[in-house]
């Protein structure tokens, strides 16, 4: 089973921050990741897939990039909606396995 | 829009069966495949397994032995079954959508079940 560890735990930032969250998997995946957000009470929702591709209707300050083991999601200026959790996924083998998150909270 | 539903007991003994159902509206089943997931403080998201609108099927390893994926399509569901449950099923319960439009990434999430295991 291939193991998705993201890094930091927790981020706290400010409103109007760079986030840089990061995905690192146990064997190379290619560029078979996908980034997720999840809020309170809520389902993850898809933001960017393939590494790199934002999903329809995400917001051009979340981006993805990387490629085999390592894999970063940046977003470039935090609004108050992107305080959540960011998990990653990835579907290069069976079973697809989702990293443990990283919690963007407000400092 | 798509719209994804869970439902089925919240409350199962252990030893017993969890069963839940996953009604789709707004879209048809057919053309996609469609996945259980769950989520848990202590094991974070776990893939369950999916059924393709074919009705082929595919589950996690550590599950496998105790899984169940099926899909009506006349009434455009798919539902879960896992049997043998103990205290470390306990899990809010998430049905999902994937296929070739978010390239086999889940894309369509239902607002989760939560299921406990006790007696």
């Known amino acids: 089973e291939i193991v998705l560890t993201q890094s930091p735990a927790t981020l706290s930032l400010s409103p109007g921050e760079r986030a840089t969250l990061s995905c690192r998997a146990s064997?190379?995946?290619?560029?078979?990741l996908a980034w997720y957000q999840q809020k309170p009470g809520q389902a993850p929702r898809l933001l960017i897939y393939?590494?790199?591709n934002r999903a329809a209707g995400i917001p051009a300050r979340f981006s993805g990039s990387g490629s085999g083991t390592d894999f970063t999601l940046t977003i470039s200026s935090l609004e108050p909606e992107d305080f959540a959790l960011y998990l990653c996924?990835?579907?290069?083998?069976?079973?697809?396995?989702f990293g443990g998150g990283t919690k963007v909270e407000m400092k | 829009q798509v719209q994804l539903q869970e439902s089925g007991p919240g409350l199962v003994k252990p030893s017993e069966t969890l069963s839940l159902t996953c009604t789709v509206s707004?879209?048809?089943?057919?053309?996609?495949?469609w996945s259980w997931i769950r989520q848990s403080p202590g094991k974070g998201l776990e893939w369950i397994g999916y059924?393709?609108?074919?009705?082929?099927?595919d589950f996690n390893p550590s599950l496998r032995s105790r899984v169940t994926i099926s899909r009506d399509t006349s009434k455009n569901q798919f539902s879960l079954k896992l049997n043998s449950v103990t205290a470390a099923d306990t899990a809010l319960y998430y049905c999902?959508?994937?296929?070739?439009?978010?390239?086999?990434?889940?894309?369509?999430w239902g607002q989760g079940a939560l299921v406990t295991v006790s007696s």
């Open positions: 999902a959508r994937s296929g070739d439009e978010s390239r086999g990434y889940l894309d369509y």
């Open positions: 707004g879209g048809s089943i057919s053309g996609y495949y």
């Open positions: 059924v393709h609108y074919t009705g082929s099927t």
């Open positions: 064997q190379s995946i290619t560029s078979y």
């Open positions: 393939d590494a790199s």
């Open positions: 996924l990835q579907r290069s083998g069976w079973p697809h396995t």
